[in-house]
């Protein structure tokens, strides 16, 4: 989607800290992380949340997010949260999964 920043990112027109990329997902470094290790991960195709995907995007979605926390040391735990519309604080209407471990730096986002 043209207008769409997390679709800039995939296309590298927007710089961003890439973690991993496959064919169908990107993940990259939250920009105001809100713990230690903060990481987004989104399809390649434009969804606007978990509302309008569907079973097999969701379960690649969460397949690559388990995969990206393996790969980022989090075995010892760490949240996946999917804020989903103007009242989930949602601000960045592409589908995403925040990955978040070890020490937390800002607001809790399962207050948010
Ligand atoms: P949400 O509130 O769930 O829609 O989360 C959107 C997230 O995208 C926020 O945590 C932002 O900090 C993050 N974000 C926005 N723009 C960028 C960017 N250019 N690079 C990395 N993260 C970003």
């Known amino acids: 989607m043209d207008n769409c ?3 800039k990112i995939i296309r590298g027109e927007i710089p961003s800290q890439k973690v991993f990329e496959n064919e169908g997902y990107f993940a990259f470094r939250d920009i105001h ?7 987004l991960v989104i399809p390649k195709v434009h969804v606007k949340n978990v509302l309008e995907a569907d079973e097999a995007l969701l379960g690649g979605l969460f397949h690559t997010a388990a995969q990206v926390a393996r790969q980022e040391g989090l075995s010892e ?3 996946l949260v999917s804020n ?3 009242h989930g ?7 995403h999964v925040h990955i978040l471990g070890g020490e937390q730096l800002g607001e809790d986002m399962r207050g948010k």
């Open 5 to 7: 920043i997390f679709c």
């Open 89 to 95: 604080a949602q601000s960045v209407e592409h589908l």
């Open 77 to 79: 735990g760490f949240r």
């Open 33 to 39: 992380p809100q713990a230690k290790t903060h990481v």
């Open 84 to 86: 989903c519309g103007k």
